[in-house]
């Protein structure tokens, strides 16, 4: 089938069709042109159309008509109305029933083709954007997330009917137990899943790039803010922002952040008149925020407004029935990526996954899949292949492998991770520890350069 594009184009001028269709052709699109709106209409009916084209003032059926019965049909296709000069109030009727564009007569061909190029591309972005959002709506559906134990079943339980509520929500879990993964399935799950899930690590980033990545800045609020920039919280705008760590905000931040949760308003850095959003807020924790409480270190406050429910992610030894099932899943999620046929773990081998400790549950436990079938050759992951990557005792991982040496044996994405963590390392030893001279070396903003040096656990002692 050819993949050129159909144009259905409709004016009561033969001769303004055929040019249209003429110069639409000369660019490799598929026009078909018809004087009687009524009859384009029933063609617009009967076969599939990428765009429509119509005159708006036409005898017998008007371009508003069309417009209409042509949205009726197909709301998201693009309608670009032609128009004179005396039809300027229904232009804007036109644009308010959904027209994309307007055409004003008479038009130079290269306009015509601009246009038409332009409401292509428009329609072609929406369907990529349906498409990953349902991609993203199928990846964070309850049924992926596995959890067969009484444990993880009450909690999913839990999780469907708190996810279409706007209640803030606190997830707490130690690491690697799902926290985000929930998060997200509550976001996808929710009346705001067309909206924007932001997420942002609390614990990342310094107080002051923490305060202007969420809030955001008015121009000349500090030296280098040449351009006024808005905050994840107006990314987040109608839809979920996801504070991750959140044990680790600052007190400063914990007090701004308190304010917008009763206020729904907030200040942009060097802002006096305040912002408004509509957000739902999520957080995830795996410190214990009553301890933090006690010790002054997190307001009380603000723990109870983020905490309208909580959600708490059992850790995977109190949950071992579910490995097994885990280990399938990420077993299928690999074939299905690099389209191989792994069918599952030795029995012996089983038996050692589900007497682990998992410290770093389940992303551990996931890692550990992805490792041993990279290199496993059979059908089965043997126990000696899983022997390579855990430590039978502690079930600590031992494929990390010390700094500078690559091991062949790790999974490509495990060792481009090990080799930028060994270059972030070694810049920042160049640059006795400047962060800031040391990302622009690196050719990378400082808040990336944060969120790695954070994400590898760099510590000071490395460099
Ligand atoms: N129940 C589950 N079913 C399937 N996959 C899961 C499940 N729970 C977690 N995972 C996967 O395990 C990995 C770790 O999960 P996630 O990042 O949500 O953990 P976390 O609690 O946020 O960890 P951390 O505290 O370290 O940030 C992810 O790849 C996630 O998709
Ligand atoms: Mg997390």
Redo the contacts with the bound molecule.
Sequence with gaps: MSDKKRILLIDNEAGLCRMMEQILLDHGYLPRSYTSPRQAVEEFKASAWDLVISDIKMPGMSGLEVLQAIKAKQHDIPVIMITAYATVEMSIQALRKGAYDMLTKPFEPDELVYRVKNALQQRQLLEENRELRAELEEKFRFENIIGACEGLKSVLERVGKVAVRDTSILITGESGTG??LIAQAIHYNSPRREKKFVAINCGALPENLLESELFGYKKGAFTGATESRSGLLETASGGTLFL?EVGNLPMNVQKTLLRFLQEKEFHRLGDTSPTRVDIRVLS?TNSDLKEAIKSGAFREDLYYRLNVVNIHLPPLRERCSDIPLLAAHFITLQNQKFKTATIGFESEALHILCSCEWPGNIRQLKNVVEACMAIETGEYISKDTLAQFIDADTCRNSASGEAGQISLDVPYSTALEHFEADLLKGLLKRHAGNIDSAAREAGMNMVTMYRKIKRYGIRKEDY
């Design positions: 926290k985000e991750d995830a």
